[in-house]
């Protein structure tokens, strides 16, 4: 539960198809998530780098486990929205809703609310995003220990 909210949801049940076939039948239920790929491009050297957050993850079983910024929505469909609340939690970089590009929207249009990554046993739909940000001059991102030997 989130608060008085469902949150998550295991379930097992007995499906046949058509024909009498046994289905998989153990569903994991979380709904829809958000996910930005994140690019930071240095102004001195015009090096583009893709940033990602290090998260402790239980089912990779892999302390500081690399991976995008994410992020559950809240259920209000607001998927910029919450993008942009999650990229200021995980990273710390404030963005606005309108500085990212809805990936899924440009492969879909409407037909889809995203993309289905694992739909053999779990409903989570996930909508991609892009930001890309040029870095000032200075940045961490533009530190000599970021740029590969020539």
Not at 40 to 49: F, K, M, V
Request: glycine content about 10%; hydrophobic content about 40%.
């Amino acid at each position: 539960m989130f608060g008085n909210r469902v949150g998550f949801v295991k379930l097992k049940s007995e499906v046949k198809d058509r024909d009498g076939d046994s289905l998989a039948g153990i569903c994991f239920l979380r709904g829809g998530s958000v996910a930005v790929l994140v690019i930071l491009e240095c102004a001195e050297t015009g090096l583009e780098h893709c940033l990602q957050v290090q998260i402790d993850n239980v089912c990779t079983a892999q302390p500081r486990h690399m991976a995008l910024p994410a992020g559950m929505l809240d259920g209000n469909g607001d998927f910029t929205g919450a993008m942009a609340r999650e990229m200021e939690e995980e990273t710390g970089i404030k963005c606005h809703a309108a500085n990212l590009i809805d990936m899924t929207a440009l492969a879909y249009g409407d037909k889809f609310e995203g993309m289905y990554p694992s739909v053999g046993a779990c409903d989570e739909f996930i909508r991609l995003f892009l930001f890309r940000k040029v870095m000032p001059p200075g940045c961490r991102a533009c530190s000599r220990e970021n740029v590969p030997p020539k």
